[in-house]
């Protein structure tokens, strides 16, 4: 099975930002030694909980530090950018590193209408303007305008002689099937809810155009696994602490767990109980469930998340579901 990752670069109480992003360098790289496929940085603003605002340039950063594994945007929030621009930035890293660029692209702000608002100067961008403005941005990276477009006489510089793979990033059968239409990868953020329909990838692969070139699945995951269901419960509590904020509409940021009051610990350790979007267990019981999920629904790669604060435990995590699932 393909696997790869995911990474929002949660800011940990205590650590500085240079310090997270240094962490992620750490990680990408052990990621690679472990046979990953490709590594995702998202896209988040007006909020201290990431240090994920620029993805792009995150990107030039994990593949210079890198040697073979892809690296990509999960994704590029494409309402924020003019197409062109997309397009010569991701044109450009693919210039430098030749086979190892994706560009997700994703319909969602990544944060609140007030950044929406700053990123936007004021413009409202309506549903159907976003999607029109990823198939531009696709349009011109393939150099595929029409004679009658706008912007037909435009070029792409540079041009790399191998194009970032094109992905949509999405979470329901709408979306799939857009992304299908448009000959694009589609990746399921099924870590959002912890739900997948089960018939959406075939859903996209029935919307796909005969001879597609981008046939690609992937369903993105949240998981804490560890030696033993105890200690991968305790490890899962940061992500179910923030979750649980979110929830309450507190703005609380990333705490290990043992950071928790007693109280706090309490209430969300009753949370965890409830939530199903992060998988718990062993190293072998994380990865049956992750290899029956993708038989059961027809996906072809899997994208794993994780909070945890130790890199290091990150990596031996990720270390141990590869040796079990890779390949």
């Known amino acids: 099975m393909r696997l790869s990752a995911l990474e929002q670069i949660p800011l940990f109480a205590g650590r500085t930002p240079r310090r997270a992003i240094e962490d992620t360098v750490r990680l990408a790289r052990g990621l690679e030694d472990s046979g990953y496929h490709r590594f995702w940085i998202a896209e988040h603003h007006n909020t201290s909980a990431f240090v994920s605002s620029a993805p792009d340039?995150?990107?030039?950063?994990m593949l210079d530090a890198t040697d073979r594994i892809r690296v990509g945007s999960g994704g590029i929030m494409a309402m924020h950018?003019?197409?062109?621009?997309?397009?010569?930035?991701?044109?450009t890293l693919a210039t430098l590193f030749p086979g190892r660029v994706d560009l997700g692209l994703?319909?969602?702000?990544?944060g609140d209408m007030l950044a929406a608002?700053?990123?936007?100067?004021?413009?409202?961008?309506?549903?159907e303007a976003i999607d029109a403005l990823i198939d531009e941005t696709v349009a011109l990276l393939r150099d595929e305008l029409p004679a009658g477009h706008r912007y037909a006489a435009l070029g792409v510089h540079p041009a790399p002689e191998v194009l970032p793979e094109l992905w949509l990033l999405g979470s329901s059968g709408q979306s799939a099937a857009w992304a299908g239409a448009h000959d694009l990868g589609y990746a399921y953020a099924q870590f959002f809810t912890g739900r997948q329909q089960i018939d959406v990838m075939n859903h996209y692969r029935a919307h796909?155009?005969?001879?597609?070139?981008?046939?690609?699945?992937?369903?993105?995951?949240?998981?804490?696994?560890?030696?033993?269901?105890?200690?991968a419960r305790e490890q899962a509590l940061a992500a179910a602490d923030f979750r649980l904020a979110l929830?309450?509409?507190?703005?609380?940021?990333?705490?290990?767990?043992?950071?928790l009051s007693p109280g706090r610990r309490a209430e969300v350790e009753a949370h965890l109980e409830r939530d199903t979007?992060?998988?718990?267990?062993?190293?072998?019981?994380?990865a049956e469930t992750l290899r029956a999920f993708a038989e059961n629904?027809?996906?072809d790669e899997l994208m794993l998340i994780s909070y945890i604060d130790d890199v290091e435990v990150k990596l031996a995590q990720y270390g141990e579901l590869a040796a079990r699932l890779a390949g």
């Open 57 to 61: 340039l995150l990107m030039m950063h």
């Open 81 to 91: 950018y003019g197409s062109l621009q997309i397009a010569e930035r991701f044109a």
């Open 106 to 110: 994703g319909r969602a702000p990544g």
């Open 117 to 127: 608002r700053a990123l936007n100067q004021g413009r409202f961008i309506a549903p």
């Open 208 to 231: 796909l155009p005969q001879g597609a070139s981008s046939d690609r699945t992937l369903s993105a995951m949240c998981v804490s696994a560890a030696p033993t269901r105890d200690e």
């Open 247 to 259: 929830r309450q509409g507190r703005a609380v940021g990333f705490r290990a767990p043992d950071a």
């Open 277 to 286: 979007a992060i998988v718990i267990g062993t190293y072998d019981e994380v």
């Open 297 to 299: 629904h027809g996906t």
